[in-house]
């Protein structure tokens, strides 16, 4: 079966960095994309990571590994407002997106 | 970026009425438009692919009957909940990916979302 498997929650300081890891293991792989929900409202695009290796993008940055099956979302300077939670999708061969159930992000001042 | 709207975000109905929510791309053509639910504290599922001028294609356990899906025009989705109880209640979410050079980067846009409270 296709699973995508990410911590269920994480806290973290203002101003500090905080990783989000995800595993998958999906029939076929098209891309791995990480998107930002903030309570009630709908998700927002972070990144998306097809090639192997880091895309950084101010102060968030993705990781990519094929072979592990393995990716990170790197938030640095952490601000209160990153409180929410992180999605991780991939992209299956049949174009379908597969989400994990996402990590919630607490942040403490 | 492409922009969806969503409307309206919220509505609150009796048990046994029906419910229409419009999915709209804005400033793009979307063939494929698709549908979420999320209940509080989970991720997003996937309930049906909209599909314009054909029928849509519904994910395993979602009644076609109950959720009426009507994708007329490659800009405009709607999701009918029929005759919606309160276990209907929940947050449903459209979205599109932009097909319009046709060239898809895969990247999904995202409706602001529609609360539903059944009574």
């Known amino acids: 079966g296709q699973n995508i498997d990410q911590p269920t929650e994480m806290t973290a300081t203002e101003g500090a960095i905080v990783q989000i890891n995800c595993t998958y293991q999906t029939s076929g792989f098209n891309g791995l994309f990480w998107y930002q929900q903030h309570a009630g409202e709908a998700p927002t695009f972070l990144s998306y990571n097809v090639l192997d290796g880091l895309e950084e993008k101010g102060r968030f940055s993705s990781f990519l590994s094929r072979s592990k099956g393995y990716s990170y979302l790197l938030l640095k300077e952490l601000q209160m407002k990153d409180s929410a939670s992180y999605l991780c999708?991939?992209?299956?061969?049949?174009?379908?997106?597969?989400w994990g159930a996402g990590t919630k992000l607490i942040i403490k001042p | 970026g492409a922009v969806v709207s969503q409307h309206p975000s919220w509505v609150i109905c009796k048990s046994g009425t029906s419910v229409k929510i419009e999915c709209r791309s804005l400033d793009f053509q979307a063939t494929t438009m698709f549908w979420y639910r999320q209940f509080p504290k989970q991720s997003l599922m996937l309930m049906a692919t909209s599909n314009e001028g054909s029928k849509a294609t519904y994910e395993q356990g979602v009644e076609k009957d109950k959720f009426l899906i009507n994708h007329a025009s490659l800009t405009l989705s709607t999701l009918t909940v029929t005759s919606a109880h309160p276990e209907d209640s929940s947050f449903y979410i459209c979205s599109a990916r932009d097909q319009t050079s046709g060239f898809d980067t895969g990247e999904l846009f995202f409706g602001e979302g529609s609360r539903l409270t059944v009574l």
């Open positions: 999708a991939v992209m299956d061969s049949n174009y379908q997106l597969i």
